[in-house]
C-alpha cells in the first residue's frame, strides 16, 4: 500500500542572516559548493562585516522563531574601478565613486527548490543594488559546467558577457567561468547590439570601398594612355 503524500508545505520567510545560523550557513556551504570557505567569510556574514546577505528560513519546520536557513544570498558592494568590469561599466555616470554589487554566493537547500525561492533572493539584490544612486551593475561568476545556473540566470536577465579560463581551481584541477552582469541605474553595456550592428556596418562599408578603390586603380594601370595610343596609330 502507498503512503499518502505528505501535503506539508513549508512557511517560508526572509530575512538577513544571524549570528544563530552561522552552523547551518557553513554546512550548506559545504553541501552546495566545490569551494571551501574559509571560517572568516562565514563569520563576517553572519556578522554583517562587509557583506549584506538575505536568507530564506522555514519557520513551519524550526522551534525557533528565526526559522531553519533553507536558503541564502550573500553580497559585497566593491568599487568598479577595482573589479574586472572596467571596459564594460560606464564609469562617469556619477559625481560619486561608481560602485558594483558582488554576489558571492547563492543557494538553496535541495528540497526546497523550484519554490522561487532563488529567484525571490536575487529579487532581492537587484532592488538592493537599484536603491544605490553609485551602483551600476551587478555580476557574478558560474563555473562553466553548472548549466542550471547559467540558466537561472540568464532566465534573472543576467547577461553573459565572457569566457574565463582557468578562473577556478578545484581539486587540482582548472575549470573556466562565465561572467554574469546585470545592470541597474540606467546603466548598461556599452557594446550594445545595436553599437555592435553599427560597428559592423561602418567596417563592411569601409572594406567595399576599399576593394571598389582598389580595383579601380588596377583597371586604370591596365587602360592605354593618350601617348600609348598615338604610338599605336603610327605603327
Same mark, same amino acid.
Given at each position: 500500500?502507498?503512503?499518502?503524500?505528505?501535503?506539508?508545505?513549508?512557511?517560508?520567510?526572509?530575512?538577513?542572516?544571524?549570528?544563530?545560523?552561522?552552523?547551518?550557513?557553513?554546512?550548506? =556551504?559545504?553541501? +552546495?559548493?566545490?569551494?571551501?570557505?574559509?571560517?572568516?567569510?562565514?563569520?563576517?556574514?553572519?556578522?554583517?562585516?562587509?557583506?549584506?546577505?538575505?536568507?530564506?528560513?522555514?519557520?513551519?519546520?524550526?522551534?525557533?522563531?528565526?526559522?531553519?536557513?533553507?536558503?541564502?544570498?550573500?553580497?559585497?558592494?566593491? +568599487?568598479?574601478?577595482?573589479?574586472?568590469?572596467?571596459?564594460?561599466?560606464?564609469?562617469?555616470?556619477?559625481?560619486?565613486?561608481?560602485?558594483?554589487?558582488?554576489?558571492?554566493?547563492?543557494?538553496?537547500?535541495?528540497?526546497?527548490?523550484?519554490?522561487?525561492?532563488?529567484?525571490?533572493?536575487?529579487?532581492?539584490?537587484?532592488?538592493?543594488?537599484?536603491?544605490?544612486?553609485?551602483?551600476?551593475?551587478?555580476?557574478? =561568476?558560474?563555473?562553466?559546467?553548472?548549466?542550471?545556473?547559467?540558466?537561472?540566470?540568464?532566465?534573472?536577465?543576467?547577461?553573459?558577457?565572457?569566457? +574565463?579560463?582557468?578562473?577556478?581551481?578545484?581539486?587540482?584541477? =582548472?575549470?573556466?567561468?562565465?561572467?554574469?552582469?546585470?545592470?541597474?541605474?540606467?546603466?548598461?553595456?556599452?557594446?550594445?547590439?545595436?553599437?555592435?550592428?553599427?560597428?559592423?556596418?561602418?567596417?563592411?562599408?569601409? +572594406?567595399?570601398?576599399?576593394?571598389?578603390?582598389?580595383?579601380?586603380?588596377?583597371?586604370?594601370?591596365?587602360?592605354?594612355?593618350?601617348?600609348?595610343?598615338?604610338?599605336?596609330?603610327?605603327?
Amino acid at each position: 500500500m502507498l503512503e499518502p503524500r505528505s501535503t506539508h508545505r513549508p512557511t517560508i520567510r526572509y530575512r538577513p542572516i544571524l549570528p544563530s545560523d552561522l552552523e547551518a550557513l557553513e554546512q550548506i =556551504h559545504v553541501s +552546495l559548493f566545490p569551494i571551501r570557505y574559509e571560517r572568516e567569510f562565514f563569520l563576517n556574514v553572519v556578522h554583517g562585516n562587509g557583506i549584506v546577505s538575505w536568507a530564506a528560513v522555514d519557520v513551519s519546520q524550526s522551534d525557533s522563531h528565526d526559522g531553519e536557513l533553507i536558503g541564502f544570498v550573500t553580497t559585497r558592494l566593491i +568599487l568598479a574601478k577595482e573589479s574586472e568590469l572596467a571596459d564594460l561599466i560606464q564609469c562617469n555616470a556619477s559625481r560619486k565613486e561608481t560602485t558594483l554589487v558582488y554576489i558571492l554566493t547563492l543557494g538553496v537547500v535541495e528540497r526546497y527548490r523550484n519554490q522561487g525561492i532563488g529567484t525571490f533572493l536575487i529579487r532581492e539584490v537587484i532592488k538592493y543594488a537599484s536603491n544605490i544612486s553609485s551602483c551600476r551593475a551587478i555580476y557574478l =561568476h558560474v563555473i562553466s559546467y553548472n548549466l542550471p545556473a547559467i540558466s537561472f540566470y540568464e532566465k534573472m536577465s543576467f547577461k553573459r558577457m565572457r569566457l +574565463l579560463e582557468k578562473f577556478y581551481f578545484i581539486n587540482d584541477q =582548472h575549470y573556466d567561468s562565465y561572467l554574469f552582469v546585470y545592470y541597474v541605474n540606467g546603466s548598461h553595456c556599452p557594446y550594445t547590439p545595436l553599437n555592435i550592428a553599427a560597428r559592423v556596418t561602418t567596417s563592411f562599408r569601409g +572594406l567595399i570601398r576599399m576593394l571598389a578603390s582598389k580595383l579601380w586603380r588596377n583597371e586604370e594601370s591596365h587602360m592605354p594612355s593618350s601617348t600609348n595610343s598615338l604610338k599605336l596609330d603610327q605603327v
